[in-house]
């Protein structure tokens, strides 16, 4: 039962009471993987946000989530929309009963509803002002970890009775870089807590690195699906995305985006200094075109054919534009300016090995290598933006393509396929809570990606969560319900131009493997993030 330290309040500030007489729930076998499998659907933002995404839920958005085939709703919170201002322990249950209402209609609709705190007491991937006594750091703070127990012991009692097919919770949205020692341990109070009042209660937990990696401690723990969300490759997922600095002097994405580190780290990063090394033919008076994207205080790029320097030059970042920057970005660790602009050499010799480093420094981004011979041309998008990771060496063969050493082709979304492969071989149930495109990346590329066998083979195993609407800023939103008719998917009361095709491509796919996917996903994309 719930521990009288934890206060629920409502706007009359009076406690609310816990029926201690209650029996106990008594504890059942869940499949996990198929209620995974068996669930696609959506977020629905009503409460996403107080200042700026807080106009809550309408039936409507229900009745056309049950119309497209869906039986998922996450619902990604700020504490703040449901608690006083100034007082993240007093429940105002005006808000509440909102939440309350969404239950209602999913049972109604036939649509589970899972509640997430995307703003939990203590911690949010998009920092904001707070006041100073809710300005706390819920992976160290006690204060901020028993206000979140606090909420989740509160949505665990409200809602004991509710059946585990009808209502589950995401316990918070992506948390950042940390040991999981330390994150496994803040999320198991509010396991215990939860499962102490109902143990057949679902409770999502969104991977490390930001729902990117599975947390191993917790592959046994009963009843926890874990979350991750897909956001690659960022270059394509968030091109022109204005919350991401320098977004709008990456190339435009096409596809294939290869998973190829677009890092180049110096000594500076001596634990991930790599080259990028390409094998093949290279014919004398062939262009060598790199287009870097940005460059960390200082760093030397280098390119050798075989073992001979053939190009090297230096960045240096500063408070001047020069002839190298188009973005000035002075950060706490420096500058970090962005170029954009294309770095050229001709190989005065035939050759079998390019070498690609930096020498010298920090760490630079590549945003497309460029190998033009006579009238062919060969472009290489590296996709894979995750910090740290290291280059390798690659055959381009003489067809162009692009593959291992081995000849293995250099699949896109290696990250995602190895998380996907580790949960499988671990028996780890695990759901894809978010994922989705911005509305600036053009059509075609995305239309291609998901007729990738490759791409559609892994992100049909585990898929649930799209944005669902563009209401208040939500610019990766599958339909606007502003704008949706019963029988059309339109984007009416905006002017930007959002990715429908893609995210109804990819659906059609997905609905296609269903059958033989072992787990389940949840496409989902929003604003400042």
């Not at 997430?116 to 707070?130: D, F, K, S």
């Not at 959002?498 to 109804?504: E, G, L, R």
Request: charged share 20%; aromatic share 12%.
């Amino acid at each position: 039962m719930i521990s009288g330290v934890f206060l629920y309040n409502c706007t009359n500030e009076e406690e609310n009471p816990v029926d201690d007489d209650k029996d106990p729930i008594t504890p059942i076998t869940i499949d996990l993987n198929r209620f995974s499998r068996e669930h696609k659907g959506f977020n629905l933002l009503g409460k996403f946000d107080v200042n700026w995404s807080n106009h809550g839920f309408s039936e409507e958005e229900f009745i056309i989530i049950q119309d497209l085939g869906f039986n998922f709703v996450r619902l990604p919170l700020d504490y703040r929309t449901y608690t006083k201002a100034g007082d993240w322990n007093i429940f105002e249950e005006e808000e509440i009963a909102k939440i309350d209402q969404v239950i209602e209609w999913g049972k109604q609709y036939g649509i589970h509803i899972n509640i997430n705190l995307h703003r939990a007491p203590g911690y949010c991937v998009n920092e904001t002002t707070l006041p100073a006594n809710q300005d706390l750091y819920l992976w160290t703070n006690i204060v901020a970890q028993e206000a979140f127990v606090n909420h989740w012991a509160y949505f665990a009692e409200r809602y004991r009775d509710e059946s585990y097919q009808d209502v589950s919770f995401n316990l918070v949205n992506e948390p950042g870089d940390m040991d999981e020692n330390t994150y496994a341990q803040v999320m198991q109070k509010a396991i215990d807590k939860i499962h102490e009042i109902n143990p057949n209660r679902i409770i999502f937990v969104d991977g490390l690195s930001h729902a990117r990696e599975l947390i191993m401690s917790l592959k046994n723990a009963e009843n926890i699906i874990q979350a991750i969300h897909v956001y690659d490759p960022f270059t394509l997922t968030h091109y022109k995305a204005g919350w991401v600095n320098g977004s709008d002097t990456w190339p435009v994405p096409i596809w294939p985006i290869l998973d190829i580190s677009n890092y180049l780290y110096g000594p500076v990063k001596a634990e991930f200094q790599s080259s990028l090394i390409f094998e093949g033919v290279f014919s004398k008076d062939t262009e060598i075109i790199i287009n870097v994207q940005q460059v960390s205080i200082q760093s030397t790029l280098q390119i050798k054919l075989d073992e001979v320097e053939i190009y090297n030059k230096e960045f240096i970042c500063g408070p001047d534009l020069g002839d190298d920057w188009t973005v000035i970005n002075l950060t706490q660790w420096g500058y970090q300016n962005i170029s954009g602009k294309d770095y050229s050499v001709i190989l005065p010799d035939d050759g079998t090995k390019l070498t690609i480093s930096n020498i010298h420094g920090d760490w630079m981004t590549i945003n497309r290598i460029t190998i033009k011979s006579g009238d062919s041309e060969i472009t290489i998008i590296p996709g894979n933006t995750s910090w740290g990771s290291m280059q390798d060496n690659y055959l381009i063969t003489n067809e162009g393509e692009f593959t291992e050493m081995d000849g293995t082709p250099i699949i896109a979304l290696g990250d995602l396929h190895e998380t996907l492969e580790t949960a499988e071989s671990e028996q780890i149930p695990i759901m894809v809570g978010e994922f989705g495109v911005f509305n600036k990346t053009p059509h075609a590329p995305i239309s291609i990606s998901v007729d990738d066998p490759e791409s559609v083979r892994y992100a049909a195993r585990n898929w649930d969560k799209l944005f669902f609407s563009d209401n208040q800023n939500t610019f990766f939103g599958v339909v606007s319900s502003r704008g949706y008719g019963r029988h059309e998917t339109g984007c009416a009361g905006t002017d930007h131009d959002y990715v429908v095709i893609f995210h109804m491509l990819l659906l059609s796919k997905l609905f296609e493997q269903l059958t033989c996917a072992p787990f389940s996903v949840t496409g989902s994309a929003k604003a400042g993030q």
